[in-house]
């Protein structure tokens, strides 16, 4: 929402009424200070539908904005009681838990699957646990930490995403996979390293790239199914090797300057099991790229040209 705050200036009378416990809503502006505040409380105002929005985006629902306004004022009024601070404090970091993170890592290690969620309860005993430093996780023969516990959670994030991936995109691995071992047998097709295969539309006759360049190219990547998920549009990119997937750096590094190919980079040398934005997991890679220069000095702090290769 565009707004830094959220006041009360939806559904006016009954609203209003509701978070004032019956008083008459008629602002009695005498001082500056009342016409300061009711001034920002304007300026703050969201509309009806902003508010259903704002709701419904959070995962509430439109139909509950009296409570929302409520809120507003218990947390408004409650401000100065420090015990009171604290809870709302837990409240609004549990609920950003809630809403915020756990969707987010529930959507990485069950994939699809959203009859799955993390635990509440073991959440919570983990931080309490954590916190007394007496975590039920060990590395070796020592309770985790929360200095410690990092290297286990990404491992077993990373094992789970696998394990659910390849249960909901197992058959798109498999058409994927076909379709590496069809274009293989294709007239003009050649292999490279690692199951990378390319097919030569012009000759190049310039310097080959090394892997620590930074490479000028042109270039259309796509999928199996014809989906353009990134281009230069005619336009040159400069993108430092070592910053992009392993496939990317084994034909680039194959290449000459001046040539043009097309590239099929099969999923283990792309983005893998895990996928990246429209790229879904298991996915092979197929880019027309014509190699500018093989070599161009990056300027002091400059980003990487291409936003959608860069290593995984």
């Known amino acids: 929402m565009k707004h830094t705050l959220l006041a009360a200036a939806v559904g006016a009378t009954a609203l209003l009424s509701a978070c004032d416990g019956g008083v ?23 509309s009806d539908e902003e508010l ?15 409570a929302f306004l409520k809120g507003i004022k218990d947390g ?17 970091t549990g609920m950003q838990m809630k ?9 990485q290690v069950f994939a699809s699957d959203s009859t799955r969620h993390l635990s509440v309860k073991h959440f919570l005993h983990g931080m309490l646990d954590g916190g007394n430093g007496q975590s039920a996780l060990k590395v070796g023969n020592e309770p985790c930490t929360r ?10 994030m990373s094992r789970m995403q696998a394990t659910a991936n390849e249960k909901v995109f197992g058959e798109s ?9 069809k274009t293989a047998k294709e007239a003009g097709v050649k292999a490279l390293a690692g199951g990378v295969l390319y097919k030569e539309t012009k000759a190049g006759t310039g310097a080959t790239p090394k892997v620590t360049n930074v490479v000028e190219v042109e270039y259309e990547g796509s999928l199996i199914d014809g989906t353009v998920f990134d281009a230069t549009k005619g336009q040159a990119a400069q ?6 997937v392993p496939g990317w750096q084994t034909a680039l590094t194959n290449m ?16 893998g099991e895990r996928g990246q934005g429209p790229i879904k997991p298991f996915s092979t890679l197929i880019f027309k790229v014509k190699l500018v220069k093989a070599s161009v000095p990056q300027p002091e702090g400059a980003q990487p040209g291409v936003q959608m290769m860069p290593a995984r």
């Not at 200095?147 to 077993?156: A, K, R, S």
């Open 24 to 46: 008459n809503p008629k602002p009695s502006l005498k001082t500056d200070a009342d016409t300061l505040s009711y001034a920002l409380g304007v300026a703050q105002s969201p």
């Open 52 to 66: 259903k929005a704002y709701l419904m985006q959070a995962g509430s629902d439109s139909a509950y904005i009296d």
């Open 76 to 92: 408004l009024n409650t401000s100065d009681d420090k015990k009171e601070l604290a809870y709302q404090m837990g409240m609004q």
């Open 99 to 107: 809403t915020r993170m756990f969707p987010s890592i529930e959507q």
């Open 147 to 156: 200095e410690t516990v990092q290297p286990l959670l990404n491992d077993l």
């Open 173 to 181: 691995r498999k058409k994927n996979e076909a379709f590496m071992e």
């Open 239 to 244: 993108i430092p090797l070592g910053q992009v």
């Open 256 to 271: 000459k300057e001046g040539a043009e190919w097309t590239i099929y980079i099969p999923w283990k040398l792309g983005y």
